[in-house]
């Protein structure tokens, strides 16, 4: 079945730092990638997403292009800050047109100042 | 104006026990879920209900019954409570009728503790 594999955490960075979160999916077809963030205490937000091949999504200087040939959605920010510290999850849509999203098993980033 | 809202909070109570977890959406879709997030934040769906009808129930133990009594509206009820049910329950929703390919919207989170 579809599934996806994030890079394991925690990742610690110093402010201003580059971060990748590396993440694959295996899946047949198409489908649609998301980014979705939890800060401590709180719910998942959507931070970014792509729907075909060769886009790329952005959101608060995050970005992250959709790889078919790799089946990569890797996560990057140039110059991270404290207030990125959260849990980053990667997630694709189920392919049986239910909506159900298949999660990464989240990786942690803490910035520490 | 929150999207979709989860009430408790926080639960905590005894094994045996049951509860009730509500969820409000009014966002206008026509699809809502559970998700349940362990204490290694993993989350898997549980459940997912389009239009009032039942279209997802995954491997879920039959002591959770979730409701729908109108498309904004999903509620989660969990019998007989055991300590293994201790975890973070995420309601969702999205906006495609079955589903699609876009995303979705989540709750706050109910932290559930079973004592």
């Known amino acids: 079945g579809d599934s996806v594999t994030q890079m394991e955490g925690p990742v610690t960075l110093s402010e201003e730092a580059f971060l990748t979160i590396n993440c694959t999916y295996t899946?047949?077809?198409?489908?649609?990638l998301f980014w979705y963030v939890q800060y401590p205490g709180e719910g998942l937000q959507l931070l970014l997403k792509?729907?075909?091949?060769?886009d790329k999504g952005s959101n608060k200087g995050f970005e992250a292009t959709y790889r078919k040939e790799t089946t990569s959605f890797h996560l990057e920010k140039g110059s991270v800050q404290v207030s990125d510290s959260a849990v980053y999850f990667c997630a694709l849509s189920d392919q049986g047109n239910t909506g159900k999203l298949i999660f990464g098993q989240g990786t942690t980033l803490q910035v520490k100042p | 104006d929150t999207a979709v809202s989860q009430t408790p909070k926080y639960l905590v109570t005894q094994m045996g026990n049951d509860k009730s977890i509500k969820c409000e959406q009014n966002l206008g879709h026509d699809t809502m879920y559970w998700y349940k997030q362990d204490s290694k934040k993993f989350l898997k769906i549980m459940f997912s209900y389009n239009n009032k009808e039942l279209i997802i129930n995954e491997t879920v133990p039959n002591r959770f019954s979730p409701k729908s009594p109108d498309k904004a509206h999903l509620n989660l009820h969990i019998n007989s409570l055991e300590l293994g049910d201790s975890a973070v329950y995420f309601c969702?929703?999205?906006?495609?009728?079955?589903?699609?390919?876009?995303?979705?919207?989540f709750g706050q989170g109910t932290r559930l503790t079973v004592v």
């Open positions: 792509a729907t075909k091949a060769d």
């Open positions: 969702a929703s999205s906006p495609h009728t079955r589903g699609g390919r876009t995303e979705a919207f």
């Open positions: 899946a047949t077809g198409y489908p649609s």
